[in-house]
C-alpha cells in the first residue's frame, strides 16, 4: 500500500520534473547566447563564494549544488584552469582538499548572474505572481533536506 504513489503524487512529479527541465534549458540557452559558461559553473561559483574564504570540500559542493552532478571534480578542474578556482590543502585532513573562489571566479559569477536573473524572470517569474512564486518554493522546500 505505500509503496505505490497516488495519482496526485505521480502528477505533481511528473509536473515537476517537466517545470525543472523547461526552466534550465532556458537558462542553459540565455548562458550559451552571450558566450557565457553553463549554469553548473555558475551554481559552483555561487556556492563557492557564498562560503567564503574557507571554501568548500568537493563532497560538500556536490550536495550543495542545484544541479544534479555526476562528476564534480572534472567540473573543479576546468574551472580552476580558468583560474576562477583554487585547490588549497585541507587543514584538518592532509589528504583532503578545499576549493576556494579566485577574484577572477567572483567577476565571473558577477558577470554571469545578469542574464541568469533575466532567464529566472521569463522561466518562472513571469509566469507567476509573488505569493504562488513563495507558495512553490514553500511546497517544494518540503521535498529536500532542507526541508526536514
Known amino acids: 500500500m505505500g509503496h505505490r504513489p497516488t495519482e496526485a503524487a505521480v502528477d505533481a512529479w511528473i509536473a515537476l520534473m517537466r517545470a525543472q527541465q523547461t526552466a534550465l534549458l532556458k537558462i542553459e540557452r540565455a548562458f550559451r547566447d552571450a558566450n557565457l559558461p553553463s549554469h553548473a559553473w555558475y551554481d559552483v561559483l555561487w556556492e563557492l563564494e557564498r562560503a567564503g574564504e574557507a571554501g568548500l570540500r568537493p563532497l560538500e559542493i556536490e550536495r550543495q549544488i542545484l544541479i544534479a552532478q555526476s562528476n564534480i571534480s572534472r567540473l573543479i578542474d576546468r574551472l580552476e584552469e580558468k583560474g576562477y578556482v583554487e585547490r588549497r590543502p585541507c587543514e ?57
Open 92 to 148: 584538518d585532513d592532509g589528504r583532503g582538499q578545499r576549493v576556494v573562489i579566485t577574484s577572477a571566479g567572483r567577476d565571473m559569477r558577477k558577470r554571469m548572474w545578469p542574464v541568469y536573473g533575466k532567464a529566472i524572470t521569463d522561466a518562472v517569474g513571469k509566469h507567476l505572481s509573488e505569493r504562488e512564486a513563495l507558495s512553490i518554493a514553500a511546497l517544494l522546500t518540503k521535498l529536500t533536506d532542507r526541508g526536514r
